[in-house]
């Protein structure tokens, strides 16, 4: 089976968990703690990664707080800065409403002690609207948080021009990183931002680990811990580090930077090449991904003329998704796209391909066979259908 779903989670690159295995099976010690040798060892593989991360984003490894997922660092970024806002009476942030789910369900909790939550106008990309930014910025706004990438059809956002406007109104910056961190080259401080959420399962390292940057001068922010319970990382996230994944988060950190120039170019081939023929081979597709301004891994398609749930119950040889993992179970459609506009009944029926740098130009070749093949089925089952009860057939409908 072809897999096309890297947003969702990358697969885990073998150099990463030959990295790992030592911190399984002999250097198992708790890095809380350093009254042994055990310790030590486990203590020194935590701190070589929070050096990988820092190294990759241009950070100090005192910024870096290992979480167990981009979840929860995003949760400790909007949550834990509460207090500081609340005490300096900016009770109002800003955000849009295409952002992850992880961090809408922060925001949720934020409104609920209280605050004031504002969503920024937005173009047909996807992108922020500055002016209405602009508007929106004033004594008493305290955060706007916007992710640097979208997490399902790809836009970057220009997060330098929103982190210029926000600092000058005075407001701190988050953004989730999750899916530009080792796609797109950037820094801290090239984009601007105070607080930046990471995961290591999108780049190919472990599930069950996550890193928050949090900017210590010009201007220091100050958290508050979401769990109490311990010291760790600060005294921002309680309870024993998760070491291997730790570990495999920092090796999966230093291996995207050497590889970002070289995967992003082969990556973007492959994607285009996608688009391409499922263009050639597809009338009514339409591309919700958009031209320029993307992520190199990413195309979202949405297919006219087809059910959804029957399109992904035909697709057998190819693993994609069509909307975000964390809607699972709560919505059969994209909420990105219905917020740009989108109508449900089409948003059900996308494709969200996301690539990676295993997969091969015959595996692009044979997702766009299958694809256009499962496409044609469904079509001329509909049109049939219409056929045999008499149902009025819309002209120019997509047969093919």
């Not at 010009?218 to 994944?245: D, H, K, M, S």
Request: proline letters at 4%; glycine letters at 10%.
């Amino acid at each position: 089976m072809i897999y096309l779903d890297s947003h969702s989670t990358a697969p885990l690159d073998p150099t990463v968990f030959e990295k790992m295995k030592p911190y399984f099976l002999e250097r198992f010690g708790n890095p809380s703690q350093g009254l042994h040798r055990f310790n030590w060892e486990a203590q020194a593989g935590v701190s070589l990664a929070r050096e990988q991360i820092a190294k990759a984003l241009g950070a100090h490894e005192k910024e870096i707080v290992f979480t167990g997922s981009a979840t929860e660092a995003n949760h400790l970024a909007i949550l834990g800065l509460a207090a500081a806002l609340a005490s300096a009476g900016k009770r109002r942030v800003i955000s849009s409403g295409i952002e992850h789910a992880s961090v809408l369900g922060a925001l949720e909790l934020l409104a609920e002690k209280g605050f004031t939550v504002e969503w920024v106008k937005l173009d047909r990309e996807g992108r922020v609207d500055p002016d209405d930014l602009k508007a929106r910025l004033g004594p008493d706004a305290g955060l706007v948080s916007i992710a640097l990438a979208n997490h399902e059809i790809g836009t970057i956002q220009n997060l330098r021009a929103i982190a210029d406007l926000a600092h000058a109104n005075g407001a701190l910056v988050h953004t989730d990183a999750v899916q530009a961190f080792g796609k797109i080259p950037f820094t801290v401080d090239s984009i601007g931002a105070d607080l930046v959420t990471l995961s290591a399962h999108k780049i190919h390292g472990p599930k069950g680990a996550g890193a928050l940057y949090v900017r210590r001068k010009n201007p220091r922010v100050e958290l508050e811990p979401v769990f109490l319970g311990g010291g760790q990382e600060r005294g921002l996230r309680p309870g024993t580090p998760n070491t291997p994944a730790i570990v495999g988060f920092g090796a999966a950190a230093e291996l995207a930077l050497s590889r970002l120039a070289a995967d992003s170019n082969q990556i973007r081939s492959l994607r285009d090449r996608l688009w391409d023929r499922l263009k050639k081979e597809l009338p009514c597709l339409i591309r919700n991904t958009p031209p320029e301004g993307i992520l190199p891994n990413n195309l979202n398609v949405s297919v006219e003329g087809v059910d959804g749930a029957a399109l992904f119950g035909r697709l057998k040889g190819v693993a994609v998704s069509n909307a975000s993992a964390c809607l699972n179970g709560t919505q059969d459609y994209s909420q990105v796209l219905t917020v740009l506009g989108v109508k449900k009944e089409l948003a059900r029926a996308t494709l969200r391909f996301g690539l990676s740098r295993f997969n091969t130009q015959d595996e692009i070749d044979r997702t766009v066979d299958e694809v256009a093949r499962v496409v044609r089925e469904l079509r001329k089952m509909e049109l049939d259908f219409a056929r045999q009860t008499g149902l009025e057939i819309p002209t120019g409908r997509c047969e093919s």
